[in-house]
């Protein structure tokens, strides 16, 4: 009898937006902790925020991700596909995972150096 319990699997994007955050984190600081021009300073009033517009037709407003995807967009480290989509469902390939990581590290690529790996094309 199997002890092990099983549950489902997060969804790639999910785990892949945490990985991306922490680096970028880890990169650049913690930009939630940063002084933000528009804070409300004594003697003014606050307004009430406005719901996020998601940058993908396929991320809604309402999703909980929607503020982690659009702040990687606005870092230039996830910029979707040309059909305007993020494609959340979709699987993440090895030299997408590659890419989402070396953006996120501020790294950067010799495009003279060919590529070792037979599975990705150059």
Known sequence: MNSWRTREKAPWYRIMLII?????LLAVGNPALAADPTTPTAGSTV??????????SDVPSTDANVIFVNFLVGRGIISGYPDGGYHPEEGLTRAQAATVIVKAAGLSVDPTLASPFSDVND
């Open 47 to 56: 307004t009430a925020p406005t719901a996020l517009k998601s940058q993908f």
């Open 20 to 24: 991306t955050l922490c680096s970028a």
